[in-house]
C-alpha cells in the first residue's frame, strides 16, 4: 500500500550542487506534481505533469527542472542549488478529475549551505 | 485565478471544546474545495472534500466543514478537540473542468491544550 513514495528523505547539499528528488506512484494517476512548503507559504507548485512525457511550470519554477519519462516517475532537478531553494519538497499524484484529492508523498527536507 | 484564504496561522483550543478554521476561496467557475491534515514530518492526508453534492461534508476523525456559497466559505468544525487533533491544516480550491491544479491557503497549526 505505498501510494507515493519521494527518495530521499533527506539531503544537506552545498551551494552550486546539484540533485535529483525522485517521486514513484503506484496507483496509476496520470497528474503528478511537485510542492515545496515554506513556514507560513503553504505549498506552492513547482511544476507538473498531465501525463508521461509531458510537464509544465507551476507557480516558482524557476531553478528547478523535471522529467515525466515513465508514468509512475516524475524527476525533480536542482542543477545549481542556492539557499532560497533550502524547504520541504512535496511530490503528489492525482487522476487528473479535479473532483479527486491529490495524494501526497512523506516529503524531502533538502538544506542548501 | 483561484485562491484560498486562512486566517490566524495558529489557533489554540482546550482538549474537548470546539475546533473552528476558517477557509474563504475566490473562484471564477464553480469550485471544489479540500481540507487536508498534516501531522509533524509527514505529507498532507484528506481530511474530506466537497464536490458539487451535499453541502455539508463530513469526513474522518470527526470533521465536518459546511460549502457556503454566498458567503464562498468553507470553514471546517470538530465539536471536541482531542490531543491527537494537534496538527497543520490546510483548505484548497480547484475549479470544476480544470487541470486538478489546487490552490493552497497558508495553514492553521492547531495548538490543543489540556
Known amino acids: 500500500n505505498a501510494g507515493v513514495t519521494q527518495t530521499p528523505k533527506f539531503r544537506v547539499l552545498k551551494t552550486g550542487q546539484s540533485m535529483t528528488l525522485l517521486c514513484a506512484q503506484d496507483?496509476?494517476?496520470?497528474?503528478m506534481y511537485w510542492y515545496r512548503q515554506d513556514p507560513g507559504m503553504g505549498l506552492r507548485l513547482i511544476h507538473y505533469s498531465v501525463g508521461e512525457g509531458t510537464t509544465a511550470k507551476g507557480e516558482v519554477p524557476d531553478g528547478y527542472n523535471v522529467s515525466r519519462l515513465k508514468k509512475q516517475n516524475f524527476l525533480l532537478g536542482l542543477e545549481s542549488a542556492a539557499p532560497s531553494q533550502t524547504s520541504v519538497y512535496f511530490c503528489?499524484?492525482?487522476?487528473?478529475?479535479?473532483?479527486?484529492?491529490?495524494?501526497f508523498g512523506d516529503g524531502t527536507r533538502l538544506s542548501i549551505l | 485565478a483561484q485562491s484560498v484564504t486562512q486566517l490566524g496561522s495558529h489557533v489554540s483550543v482546550s482538549e474537548g471544546a470546539l475546533v473552528l478554521l476558517r477557509c474563504n476561496y475566490s473562484s471564477s467557475v464553480p469550485p471544489y474545495l479540500f481540507w487536508y491534515v498534516q501531522y509533524p514530518n509527514q505529507g498532507l492526508q484528506l481530511l474530506l472534500k466537497?464536490?458539487?453534492?451535499?453541502?455539508l461534508v463530513k469526513g474522518i476523525n470527526g470533521f465536518e466543514a459546511e460549502f457556503k456559497k454566498s458567503e464562498t466559505s468553507f470553514h471546517l468544525t470538530k465539536p471536541s478537540a482531542h490531543m491527537r487533533d494537534a496538527a497543520e491544516y490546510f483548505c484548497?480550491?480547484?475549479?470544476?473542468?480544470?487541470?486538478?491544479?489546487?490552490?493552497f491557503g497558508k495553514g492553521n497549526q492547531v495548538v490543543v491544550i489540556p
Open positions: 466537497y464536490t458539487s453534492a451535499a453541502t
Open positions: 496507483m496509476n494517476h496520470e497528474y
Open positions: 484548497a480550491v480547484s475549479e470544476a473542468k480544470g487541470n486538478n491544479r489546487l490552490a
Open positions: 503528489a499524484s492525482s487522476s487528473g478529475s479535479s473532483n479527486q484529492p491529490q495524494h
